[in-house]
Nanobody, 126 residues
Framework: QVQLLESGGGLVQAGGSLRLSCAASERPLANYNMAWFRQAPSKEREFVAASWRGDFTYYADSVKGRFTISRDYARNTAYLQMNSLKPEDTADYYC????????????????????WGQGTPVTVTV
């Protein structure tokens, strides 16, 4: 059972930046496909970014060019660097992981992931 612990959320003005962290309990991180999802009030959870099969990264159109997903294998931690934040980025952000057995699944689909963090809130003000 992989445990994921997110941190780094907070309150930021539009145009600002935040970096979210996701620390994984199981090593090595390279064995897992990682992703970030978000859920705004009264909305469904949506895909944000994925680091899939090690070298491939994918982004939702709404964050492309502004957000970057990365991993630090030494720290066993995944990150989501968020720049040029907009009020519509306000949501709870969740880290998710899927094992190597998930290779045939869709990286942007929440049911593809086996493990989830508890979420960290991000609020972007005008």
């Amino acid at each position: 059972q992989v445990q994921l612990l997110e941190s780094g959320g907070g309150l930021v003005q539009a145009g600002g930046s935040l970096r979210l962290s996701c620390a994984a309990s199981e090593r090595p991180l390279a064995n897992y496909n990682m992703a970030w999802f978000r859920q705004a009030p009264s909305k469904e959870r949506e895909f944000v970014a994925a680091s899939w099969r090690g070298d491939f990264t994918y982004y939702a159109d709404s964050v492309k060019g502004r957000f970057t997903i990365s991993r630090d294998y030494a720290r066993n931690t995944a990150y989501l660097q968020m720049n040029s934040l907009k009020p519509e980025d306000t949501a709870d952000y969740y880290c998710a992981a899927a094992g190597a057995w998930a290779a045939g699944r869709s990286y942007s689909s929440a049911p593809s992931y086996d493990y989830w963090g508890q979420g960290t809130p991000v609020t972007v003000t005008v």
